[in-house]
């Protein structure tokens, strides 16, 4: 049976993330595992799916809404503002606020890809919560869909502050960084546990082990190596799922500050 697998959380430039798909479908085959690429615009149900072989995830979604997937595992980012299994976001403006600290945001705009993601609202909420009053710290808070389009939204003054994750952002500088004109960084989130790699309950342990090793050679094998390079691909390795829980504390400790939403 062929299942479908994809890799849709840093699909910056299609072309590579193909290249990526193409050669994890070369390296399954290869351990007797029939895959074929799929893309989803819809994410929830492609993660929840019961053939589920192979997606990426963000670790908030993970913690709330998928108990049920296995962890694969999880890359290792070179972008800029990573550290081993950990990446972090950017706490992203316009240029003529480039001398502001986040504090002084109270009361202005913000703007996430979705309240299911770490790096864009889950981290933003953590960092402004000890400085949020009655709860509240922006005046609003918009929803736009993407970090990309979350970054348009800044530039067309639509909101003036974004959490981007940094590897997006890196990918971004390289490919389109005319997405990233007249933006600058004036902050950043703690480290969290990188994006995780999901597959179904239902699959075997076999194939759960043909996964982790065509994913070790993706990262090793030197006929990989620039189009992981190219992908800010590192490494991989497998963490305990207890690796992602402190993506539930950063929630819990807002919470605990009276911020439970953005």
């Given at each position: 049976m062929t299942k479908t697998f994809s890799l849709p959380m840093y699909d910056i430039n299609h072309a590579t993330t193909e290249a990526l798909t193409d050669a994890l479908v070369q390296l399954l085959a290869a351990r007797g595992v029939a895959a074929r690429?799929?893309?989803?615009?819809?994410?929830?149900?492609?993660?929840?799916?019961?053939?589920?072989?192979?997606?990426?995830?963000?670790?908030?979604?993970?913690?709330?809404?998928?108990?049920?997937?296995?962890?694969?595992?999880?890359?290792?980012?070179?972008?800029?503002?990573?550290?081993?299994?950990?990446?972090?976001?950017?706490?992203?403006?316009?240029a003529e606020d480039a001398a502001l600290t986040l504090a002084d945001f109270r009361g202005r705009r913000a703007v996430c890809n979705s309240d299911d993601s770490h790096s864009g609202y889950n981290s933003l909420r953590y960092v402004v919560a000890p400085l949020?009053?009655?709860g509240r710290f922006f005046a609003?808070?918009?929803?736009?869909?993407?970090?990309?389009?979350?970054?348009?939204?800044?530039?067309?003054?639509q909101a003036d502050i974004a959490a981007i994750d940094c590897i997006t952002w890196a990918l971004l500088l390289h490919n389109f960084p005319e997405e990233l004109a007249g933006?600058?960084?004036?902050?950043?989130?703690?480290?969290?546990?990188a994006?995780?790699?999901?597959?179904a309950a239902s699959t075997d342990q076999p194939t759960l082990a043909a996964l982790r090793s065509a994913l070790t050679q993706l990262v090793q094998d030197e006929a990989y190596r620039e189009l992981c390079a190219t992908s800010l691909i590192g490494g991989f390795a497998t963490p305990d799922r207890a690796f992602y829980d402190e993506v539930l504390q950063w929630e819990q400790q807002a919470a605990t500050r009276g911020v439970t939403a953005l």
């Open positions: 690429v799929a893309w989803h615009s819809d994410l929830l149900p492609h993660w929840r799916d019961h053939d589920l072989l192979l997606s990426q995830t963000c670790g908030y979604p993970l913690v709330k809404l998928l108990p049920d997937v296995q962890l694969v595992g999880a890359f290792q980012s070179s972008a800029p503002g990573c550290e081993g299994l950990r990446y972090r976001s950017w706490l992203v403006v316009r949020a009053q009655q609003e808070t918009g929803f736009s869909g993407s970090h990309r389009q979350s970054l348009a939204a800044l530039r067309h003054q933006l600058t960084i004036i902050g950043e989130t703690p480290l969290c546990a994006l995780p790699l999901i597959t």
